[in-house]
């Protein structure tokens, strides 16, 4: 099983380049967050998404867009990346309030290790 | 506003015995939820106990079990019979209550050591 899925891996940009982080999940989840993990910091929300269509910020969203057309993607990207964003980027995923399952844990991709220079 | 505190950036464990990882939160709502997550070098999020703020017992997985103190607001975890394979990064998080899409906030996180 899939899961969530990150893309890329890794990434080294210099500062004022441009790059889109993709993520996709197959669970049919209804919620998607981007978070960047920072050390002595833990997981911070930049962004996250409710539905198709929607999204909001969330902690810290500055420098930061997304977008979700689709239901299982959820793409973060960077406009004009800074030394401050380098970080590992985390792509999670949660089922909606109406399902029954869901207590609000969080599924998580493999991270993403960006380094701005 | 919500927050997630963990005291201790690192803690050592003699492996087969229990350790316990602190954990205080605050919130002014009745209903959230508290979490565990543990992160291995290599790197990945591992979900491992949820509890409620309306269970009326801890929760327990396995060898994880979350202490919960509601009136003290702490969630601390216990790991009994350390294993080799439980040094990690550990941590402590909230679902933010009552808000659309279950914003979840991070404490710091503990780093735990177990010794051969």
């Known amino acids: 099983n899939a899961g969530v899925t990150q893309t890329p891996k890794f990434r080294v940009l210099k500062t004022g380049q441009s790059m889109t982080l993709l993520c996709a999940q197959d669970?049919?989840?209804?919620?998607m967050y981007w978070y960047r993990q920072d050390p002595g910091m833990g997981l911070r929300l930049i962004h996250y998404?409710?539905?198709?269509?929607?999204?909001a910020k969330g902690e810290v969203p500055d420098g930061y867009n997304v977008s979700r057309l689709k239901k299982q993607n959820f793409l973060l990207g960077l406009e004009s990346a800074a030394p401050s964003q380098t970080s590992v980027y985390f792509c999670?995923?949660?089922?909606?309030?109406?399902?029954?399952?869901?207590?609000?844990?969080?599924?998580f991709g493999e991270g993403s290790r960006l380094t701005v220079l | 506003a919500q927050k997630i505190t963990q005291t201790q950036p690192g803690m050592f464990v003699q492996e087969k015995e229990a350790v316990t990882l602190d954990c205080t939160y605050d919130t002014s709502d009745p209903s959230y939820g508290l979490f565990w997550y543990k992160q291995p070098s290599s790197g990945e999020m591992i979900f491992l106990i949820y509890q409620g703020s309306y269970d009326q017992q801890n929760a327990t997985e396995g060898r994880y079990s979350l202490n919960f103190q509601k009136a003290r607001k702490s969630a601390n975890l216990v790991i009994s019979a350390s294993q080799l394979g439980d040094s990690a990064m550990y941590f402590c998080?909230?679902?933010?209550?009552?808000?659309?899409?279950?914003?979840?906030?991070f404490g710091a996180g503990t780093r735990l050591f177990v010794k051969a």
């Open positions: 669970m049919n989840h209804e919620y």
């Open positions: 998404s409710v539905g198709e269509g929607t999204t």
């Open positions: 999670a995923s949660s089922y909606g309030d109406r399902d029954l399952l869901n207590t609000g844990e969080l599924f």
């Open positions: 998080a909230m679902r933010e209550p009552n808000t659309g899409g279950f914003k979840t906030i």
